[in-house]
């Protein structure tokens, strides 16, 4: 526990030394092939600024404009060299094929809502503009949806970093203090996992519900 805490603090303090530059690099990583969850990113940021030594709206700007560019990379790397490139190499690149195929069929399922509703879903967030830059979307419609999806996905990690971290600066210092925080809150987390479980629901009824009158 005692190691963990202390890998903890350092990344905390890290983000903190890096300010939103490092937000814009983190989260254009974590929306392009590097593997860097977000939620080690924007929780922390947003802590801070319950601190005081950031902004939280800068934060979440900060968050959603390294979304984006994470994202528009990907989306023109990935129209310039094409689905058999990306296939056959992607493996070297934390992109197997059965990643690629999960992405590929939400794009061709759902479209440009697609590409909002995966800015809110693990593994598929950060993969799903590939096949938006293959399948060649538009740019305009796909950078809408990124945007929109990207900036509620990091006003809600924000806001669980500003209201359940930020109240409680004190699990810095202790790693049996930062276990009882996160344990006790950890009903608000569950409580947006589900809110997000929910929109993807309605999202896949209304389309059920769309499908069924285009083909009646």
């Given amino acids: 526990m005692e190691t963990i805490h202390n890998l903890a603090i350092y990344w905390f303090h890290l983000l903190e030394d890096w300010g939103y530059g490092g937000i814009v690099f983190l989260m ?3 929306s392009s092939i ?3 969850p977000s939620e080690v990113v924007m929780p922390p940021a947003a802590f801070w600024a319950a601190q005081g030594r950031m902004n939280f709206w800068a934060v979440v700007l900060a968050g959603t404009v390294g979304s984006y560019i994470g ?3 990907s989306y023109y790397g990935a129209r310039l060299v094409g689905t058999p490139i990306l296939y056959r190499f992607g493996k070297y690149i934390f992109l197997p094929p059965a990643k690629l195929q999960m992405a590929e ?4 399922e759902y479209g440009a809502s697609g590409i909002f509703f995966a800015r809110l879903l693990p593994v598929i967030r950060h993969l799903i503009s590939m096949p938006a830059g293959v399948f060649k979307m538009n740019f305009l419609s796909f950078s809408i949806s990124t945007i929109l999806g990207a900036f509620l996905w990091c006003l809600v990690l924000s806001w669980y970093g500003g ?5 409680s600066p004190q699990l810095l210092n202790s790693p049996i203090e930062m276990v009882d925080v996160l344990k006790s809150r950890m009903g608000w987390l569950i409580g947006g996992i589900v809110g997000i479980t929910v929109l993807y629901g309605i999202m896949l009824f209304a389309k059920s519900r769309l499908d069924k009158k285009q083909s009646g």
């Fill in 28 to 30: 254009a990583l974590e």
């Fill in 34 to 36: 590097v593997p860097i």
């Fill in 71 to 73: 994202s528009v990379l």
């Fill in 105 to 108: 069929r939400w794009f061709q």
């Fill in 163 to 167: 209201e359940v971290l930020g109240e």
